[in-house]
C-alpha cells in the first residue's frame, strides 16, 4: 500500500506563515515529480507547485514570490513553505505524485488525504 500523508495545516492570521509537509510511505521505489495542489470551498482543484526529482519547479501565479516547494528524495517528502498568507489562500491543500513508481504496481498516481488551511483574523 502506497500513502501520501500531509501535515502541517492550520489556522494562521494574515501574513502569517504555515510549512507542510507531505511524507510518502509503502513499497515505492522511486517518485519523479511530486506537487501540492488545493481546493477551496465551491472551486476546482488548482495546482500550487510542483517539483521535480531534479529539482525544477513551477507554481500558480496567485503563489509565486510567497511559497516555496522543496523535497527530500532519501525521505520521499515534499514541502510547501508558505509566506504573506491570504485569506483566499484557505483551502483543503493535497499533495501528489502523478507517477510514483510502486513495488508490483507500476507507475501510480498518488494522493494525499488533504489537510486544511484557514487564513483568518
Known amino acids: 500500500q502506497v500513502q501520501l500523508v500531509e501535515s502541517g495545516g492550520g489556522l494562521v492570521q494574515p501574513g502569517g506563515s504555515l510549512r507542510l509537509s507531505c511524507a510518502a510511505s509503502g513499497s515505492i521505489f522511486s517518485i519523479n515529480a511530486m506537487g501540492w495542489y488545493r481546493q477551496a470551498p465551491g472551486k476546482q482543484r488548482e495546482l500550487v507547485a510542483a517539483?521535480?526529482?531534479?529539482?525544477?519547479?513551477n507554481y500558480a501565479d496567485s503563489v509565486k514570490g510567497r511559497c516555496t516547494i522543496s523535497r527530500d528524495n532519501a525521505k520521499n517528502t515534499v514541502y510547501l513553505q508558505m509566506n504573506s498568507l491570504k485569506p483566499e489562500d484557505t483551502a483543503v491543500y493535497y499533495c501528489?505524485?502523478?507517477?510514483?513508481?510502486?513495488?508490483?504496481?507500476?507507475?501510480?498516481?498518488?494522493w494525499g488525504q488533504g489537510t486544511l488551511v484557514t487564513v483568518s483574523s
Open positions: 517539483i521535480t526529482s531534479g529539482g525544477s519547479t
Open positions: 501528489n505524485a502523478p507517477s510514483a513508481l510502486v513495488a508490483g504496481f507500476g507507475y501510480l498516481e498518488v
